[in-house]
Structures are given as C-alpha cells and as structure tokens.
C-alpha cells in the first residue's frame, strides 16, 4: 500500500466560517490507512490579501486545490482565488494561484498564473509533460468549457494556449472525511509522508525516561541527573530532574498538613496529666 496526500477545502460549520474554510486543507493516508486531516483540520495556507483603491483589505479565498509533482520533482499546488465567501474574484479574472513546495512542509507563494485574458476559471488541473517540456494546466470556466495551456515555468513565463480541452478530470477521490470540497489526492514516498506528519501534526509529550537508580548527596548532584523526554516527532532532549522538585515539596508539604489534621483530630489514649499533689 502507498502513503497519500489530498487536498481540500472545507464547508463552513459554526464557527469555522467562510473565511476560515475557503483555505488549503491537507489530509494523510498512511500504508492505505484512513485519511487523517493534518493540522487539527486547519487550514495550512491562505490566499494573500489585496489592498483597494479605497486602502481597504480585500480577503481572499481559495477553491478547488489541486496537488501535482515539479519538474524537480517537488511539489505544485494550484488553486482558484475567490471572494471570502466563495464568489468569483473580478481581480484574477483569468488567473488561478500557484504555490511550490519541495517536501508539503514549506510553501512558496508563486502568485497569480494567467491563462485566459476574459473568462473566470472554475477549477484547474495540472501535471508535467515531460514529452514537450512544459506544464499542462487543464481548466473549466463556469459554463462547463474545458480548455488547455502550456507553461514551462509556473512563475508565468513560456504559456501557450488557451486552446479546446478534453472533459475535465474528476479529481476527488473517495474518502472518509466528512464536510469537505475534495480537491485531488496525490502519492507519495514514505519520507514525505512522515515529513508531512511531523511538521503538520501537533507535537506531544509521549513518554519520559529516568535512569533507574540514582545516587546524589547534595541539591547539585541532584540537579545534575537528568531525564529525558520522547515526542511523538521521535525527538528527544533531556530536562534537569530539578523541575520535579516544587511538585515533590507541595506534595510533601501536603503530606505533613495531613498528618497534622490527622493527629490534632485523634482522640489520645493516655489519661490526662495529673496536677502535682502538694504535701
């Protein structure tokens, strides 16, 4: 079985709005496993704002992700920019986002790619052509239109086209995520894969080693024993045993104030002290 990645956006629910929904999600499939959504199921990358001619922010969404492979044999991501709530952008009329990565760790924004001069693009897809050196952006305008071009660099230089598609690829896989817009899933190799984990899948405490016997005389020998946390990223760094000494004293000093309720509480045993008689 093969590791994978898909790319998503997802549906707006409560509190995770339009604004926070129409963003990059990824997701990971282990040797076959169920897809897992990677960052809590946050999104990992937004769409750069615009500034109006009024020197207002414009928010900006994305729609329709789509992974493919460079080249160099890295990582493309093309996505359609929309509106915060998933209207049609007027400013990248034409135009669809771009970003490349090496390992889905770090992205690099490329920016807006122009494929057509007039017509809004509704979804894209990508691969490279090694057969004519160039990337074919396959793409769908709003009515339904497919249509083709040719670019041999993803930051704009070289295009081609457009010129009359083929019907347009279904990308989305089935999955088992629930309340998402699928984009496309793409494999892997297992060193991407655990990359993606690790940088993408919050960091946690898994255990803490101690040496088994330790000798110390003194508050610096203590200090000197070390005890080494384990992450869930494999990592390891040690930490001084010293950090365990206020919760040693509070419970100690717990123990003492309950032993002292205790024995204020018991009755005692012996009969009360006798006035000296006087002779």
Known sequence: MEDR???YTRTPLGEYTESLSNSIHLALSEDGAPFEPLNQNYGILFPEATVSEHNT????????????????GGFGLVAVRVAPRGAQDEESRGCVLVWTSTDL??????????????????????????????????WRDADGNVFVNQVVDLAGGGSKGPRPGSRFPQV???????????GNVLAVEPSIAQAVRDRWTPLAHTETRVPKT??????????????TAV?????????????LRPAARRRRRARRAT??????RRPSADPPPQAPTRW
């Open 5 to 7: 990645v898909l790319v």
């Open 57 to 72: 922010i414009l928010e900006k969404g994305a729609k329709n992700p789509f992974l493919f492979r460079t080249r160099e």
């Open 105 to 138: 760790t770090e992205f690099r924004s490329r920016g807006l790619l122009r494929l057509h001069n007039s017509v809004h693009v509704d979804a894209v897809a990508c691969q490279y052509d090694e057969a004519v050196g160039a990337y074919e952006f396959l």
């Open 172 to 182: 989305a896989d089935p999955c088992n995520l629930t309340d998402i817009n699928p």
């Open 214 to 227: 330790v000798v110390a005389s003194s508050l610096s020998e203590l200090a000197a024993v070390k005890a």
């Open 231 to 243: 992450y869930s990223d494999a990592t390891a760094g040690p930490h001084s045993t010293q950090r």
């Open 259 to 264: 032993a002292a309720a205790t024995a204020h």
